[in-house]
Protein backbone atom coordinates (compact mmCIF):
# COMPACT_ATOMS: atom_id res chain seq x y z
CA UNK A 1 0.00 0.00 0.00
CA UNK A 2 1.58 3.45 -0.58
CA UNK A 3 0.57 5.18 2.44
CA UNK A 4 3.66 3.47 4.75
CA UNK A 5 5.61 3.25 1.86
CA UNK A 6 5.17 7.18 1.32
CA UNK A 7 5.42 7.82 5.19
CA UNK A 8 8.65 6.32 5.87
CA UNK A 9 10.25 8.33 2.88
CA UNK A 10 8.89 11.47 4.31
CA UNK A 11 9.99 10.42 7.79
CA UNK A 12 13.49 9.69 6.17
CA UNK A 13 14.19 12.81 4.49
CA UNK A 14 13.33 15.15 7.41
CA UNK A 15 14.24 13.09 10.09
CA UNK A 16 12.08 13.94 12.52
CA UNK A 17 10.47 10.84 13.95
CA UNK A 18 10.23 7.24 14.20
CA UNK A 19 8.10 5.97 11.16
CA UNK A 20 5.40 3.81 13.12
CA UNK A 21 4.79 0.11 12.30
CA UNK A 22 2.40 -0.53 9.53
CA UNK A 23 -0.80 -1.72 10.94
CA UNK A 24 -2.69 -4.81 10.38
CA UNK A 25 -5.22 -5.65 8.41
CA UNK A 26 -7.05 -6.66 11.16
CA UNK A 27 -6.53 -3.01 13.06
CA UNK A 28 -6.88 -0.82 10.01
CA UNK A 29 -10.62 -0.43 10.01
CA UNK A 30 -10.04 0.93 13.82
CA UNK A 31 -7.59 3.81 13.11
CA UNK A 32 -8.55 7.16 14.11
CA UNK A 33 -8.23 10.07 12.18
CA UNK A 34 -5.35 11.20 14.88
CA UNK A 35 -3.42 8.36 13.57
CA UNK A 36 -4.18 8.44 10.18
CA UNK A 37 -2.33 11.92 10.37
CA UNK A 38 -0.14 12.14 13.64
CA UNK A 39 2.98 11.48 11.40
CA UNK A 40 2.17 14.47 9.70
CA UNK A 41 1.57 16.48 12.12
CA UNK A 42 5.22 15.66 13.61
CA UNK A 43 6.82 17.17 9.97
CA UNK A 44 8.38 20.43 10.56
CA UNK A 45 8.57 21.78 7.18
CA UNK A 46 5.24 23.18 6.08
CA UNK A 47 5.49 22.49 2.47
CA UNK A 48 6.42 18.89 3.41
CA UNK A 49 3.48 18.39 6.40
CA UNK A 50 0.87 19.78 3.66
CA UNK A 51 2.34 17.83 1.02
CA UNK A 52 2.00 14.40 3.79
CA UNK A 53 -1.35 15.52 4.91
CA UNK A 54 -2.32 15.79 0.69
CA UNK A 55 -1.02 12.37 -0.10
CA UNK A 56 -2.43 10.68 3.08
CA UNK A 57 -5.98 12.31 2.43
CA UNK A 58 -6.10 10.91 -0.98
CA UNK A 59 -4.59 7.58 0.33
CA UNK A 60 -7.51 7.23 2.73
CA UNK A 61 -10.10 9.35 0.78
CA UNK A 62 -10.84 11.43 4.02
CA UNK A 63 -11.20 14.87 2.99
CA UNK A 64 -10.98 15.63 6.75
CA UNK A 65 -7.31 15.56 6.31
CA UNK A 66 -7.74 17.42 2.93
CA UNK A 67 -8.65 20.13 5.08
CA UNK A 68 -5.83 19.77 6.86
CA UNK A 69 -3.74 21.54 4.01
CA UNK A 70 -3.81 24.95 3.63
CA UNK A 71 -2.13 25.71 -0.19
CA UNK A 72 -5.49 25.75 -2.20
CA UNK A 73 -3.03 24.06 -4.85
CA UNK A 74 -2.40 20.93 -2.48
CA UNK A 75 -5.67 20.84 -1.03
CA UNK A 76 -6.99 20.67 -4.52
CA UNK A 77 -5.01 18.00 -5.73
CA UNK A 78 -6.22 16.19 -2.47
CA UNK A 79 -9.65 16.94 -3.40
CA UNK A 80 -9.28 15.68 -6.85
CA UNK A 81 -7.82 11.58 -5.99
CA UNK A 82 -10.66 11.59 -3.39
CA UNK A 83 -13.51 12.41 -5.46
CA UNK A 84 -12.20 10.13 -8.06
CA UNK A 85 -11.88 7.51 -5.69
CA UNK A 86 -15.07 7.98 -4.52
CA UNK A 87 -16.99 8.73 -7.95
CA UNK A 88 -18.17 11.73 -6.13
CA UNK A 89 -19.38 14.73 -8.36
CA UNK A 90 -20.24 17.18 -5.91
CA UNK A 91 -16.39 16.40 -4.50
CA UNK A 92 -14.81 17.13 -7.81
CA UNK A 93 -17.51 20.36 -8.24
CA UNK A 94 -16.16 22.24 -4.92
CA UNK A 95 -12.32 22.02 -6.03
CA UNK A 96 -10.99 25.72 -6.45
CA UNK A 97 -8.22 24.85 -8.74
CA UNK A 98 -9.92 24.30 -12.26
CA UNK A 99 -7.18 21.90 -13.86
CA UNK A 100 -8.01 19.98 -10.82
CA UNK A 101 -12.15 20.00 -10.84
CA UNK A 102 -11.59 19.72 -14.21
CA UNK A 103 -9.71 16.65 -14.45
CA UNK A 104 -12.11 15.37 -11.63
CA UNK A 105 -15.66 15.98 -13.42
CA UNK A 106 -14.05 14.41 -16.85
CA UNK A 107 -12.77 11.03 -14.82
CA UNK A 108 -16.17 10.14 -13.49
CA UNK A 109 -18.21 11.36 -16.69
CA UNK A 110 -16.05 9.00 -18.20
CA UNK A 111 -16.68 6.24 -15.30
CA UNK A 112 -20.88 6.86 -15.30
CA UNK A 113 -20.88 6.75 -19.03
CA UNK A 114 -22.29 10.11 -18.63
CA UNK A 115 -21.63 12.72 -22.02
CA UNK A 116 -23.30 15.79 -20.28
CA UNK A 117 -21.51 16.09 -17.84
CA UNK A 118 -18.54 16.52 -19.79
CA UNK A 119 -19.80 19.70 -20.85
CA UNK A 120 -18.92 20.99 -17.48
CA UNK A 121 -15.14 20.31 -18.43
CA UNK A 122 -13.97 24.17 -18.65
CA UNK A 123 -10.72 23.02 -20.01
CA UNK A 124 -11.14 22.52 -24.13
CA UNK A 125 -8.96 19.99 -24.30
CA UNK A 126 -10.38 17.37 -21.39
CA UNK A 127 -13.80 18.38 -22.63
CA UNK A 128 -12.90 16.92 -26.07
CA UNK A 129 -11.29 13.91 -24.92
CA UNK A 130 -14.14 13.10 -22.10
CA UNK A 131 -16.60 13.78 -25.57
CA UNK A 132 -14.64 11.56 -27.90
CA UNK A 133 -14.41 8.64 -24.99
CA UNK A 134 -17.70 8.34 -24.53
CA UNK A 135 -18.54 9.13 -28.07
CA UNK A 136 -16.71 5.92 -28.87
CA UNK A 137 -19.97 4.42 -27.92
CA UNK A 138 -22.15 6.30 -29.88
CA UNK A 139 -25.86 5.88 -29.68
CA UNK A 140 -28.96 8.89 -30.84
CA UNK A 141 -29.91 9.11 -27.29
CA UNK A 142 -26.14 10.43 -26.23
CA UNK A 143 -25.87 12.83 -29.59
CA UNK A 144 -29.17 14.48 -28.91
CA UNK A 145 -27.83 15.12 -25.17
CA UNK A 146 -24.86 17.34 -26.45
CA UNK A 147 -25.61 20.63 -25.79
CA UNK A 148 -22.99 22.42 -28.11
CA UNK A 149 -24.70 22.33 -31.75
CA UNK A 150 -21.55 21.90 -33.61
CA UNK A 151 -20.48 18.77 -31.48
CA UNK A 152 -24.03 16.98 -31.33
CA UNK A 153 -23.46 17.48 -35.49
CA UNK A 154 -20.39 16.18 -35.67
CA UNK A 155 -21.68 13.67 -33.23
CA UNK A 156 -24.40 12.42 -35.42
CA UNK A 157 -22.00 12.61 -38.36
CA UNK A 158 -19.33 10.33 -36.80
CA UNK A 159 -22.32 8.08 -35.95
CA UNK A 160 -24.29 7.97 -39.32
CA UNK A 161 -20.86 7.58 -41.28
CA UNK A 162 -19.81 4.35 -38.37
CA UNK A 163 -22.99 3.02 -38.67
CA UNK A 164 -23.96 3.09 -42.62
CA UNK A 165 -26.94 5.09 -41.48
CA UNK A 166 -27.82 7.68 -44.16
CA UNK A 167 -30.77 8.48 -42.02
CA UNK A 168 -28.84 10.14 -39.54
CA UNK A 169 -27.38 12.57 -41.78
CA UNK A 170 -30.78 14.36 -41.80
CA UNK A 171 -30.27 15.04 -38.00
CA UNK A 172 -27.07 16.83 -38.59
CA UNK A 173 -28.17 20.64 -38.71
CA UNK A 174 -24.78 21.94 -40.18
CA UNK A 175 -25.21 22.42 -44.37
CA UNK A 176 -21.66 21.88 -44.51
CA UNK A 177 -21.19 18.64 -42.24
CA UNK A 178 -24.81 17.18 -43.32
CA UNK A 179 -23.32 17.07 -47.23
CA UNK A 180 -20.25 15.92 -45.98
CA UNK A 181 -22.38 12.87 -44.01
CA UNK A 182 -24.38 12.48 -47.71
CA UNK A 183 -21.13 12.27 -49.74
CA UNK A 184 -19.69 9.65 -47.09
CA UNK A 185 -22.10 7.43 -47.40
CA UNK A 186 -22.99 7.69 -50.95
CA UNK A 187 -19.42 6.21 -51.24
CA UNK A 188 -18.84 3.91 -48.97
CA UNK A 189 -22.47 2.38 -49.73
CA UNK A 190 -22.60 2.69 -53.18
CA UNK A 191 -25.74 4.39 -53.46
CA UNK A 192 -25.16 7.56 -55.70
CA UNK A 193 -29.19 8.41 -55.07
CA UNK A 194 -27.61 9.63 -51.77
CA UNK A 195 -25.85 12.76 -53.39
CA UNK A 196 -29.34 14.08 -54.51
CA UNK A 197 -29.63 14.98 -50.93
CA UNK A 198 -25.95 16.83 -50.11
CA UNK A 199 -26.79 20.96 -50.84
CA UNK A 200 -24.66 22.78 -53.40
CA UNK A 201 -24.59 21.86 -57.08
CA UNK A 202 -21.33 22.07 -57.02
CA UNK A 203 -20.98 19.49 -54.30
CA UNK A 204 -23.92 17.32 -55.75
CA UNK A 205 -21.36 17.17 -59.03
CA UNK A 206 -18.89 15.99 -57.23
CA UNK A 207 -20.58 13.18 -55.16
CA UNK A 208 -21.68 11.77 -58.49
CA UNK A 209 -18.69 11.94 -60.32
CA UNK A 210 -17.39 9.57 -58.10
CA UNK A 211 -19.30 7.23 -59.68
CA UNK A 212 -18.43 7.61 -62.96
Known amino acids: MKFPVLLAALALVCGCMTVPEAPSAASKTTTTLSEKSVVCDGIADQSLREECYGDVGASLGDLSICDEVSSMDKRGWCYMNVGISRNDLS ?45 EEKTESSCQSISSPRDRDLCYMDFAVESNNSLLCAEVGSVELRSYCYDELAVALQDPSLCAKIEGQPLVDLCYSKFN
Open 91 to 135: ICRVIEVQNYRDYCIMRVAVEFRDLVLCSEVVNKSQREFCQRTLL
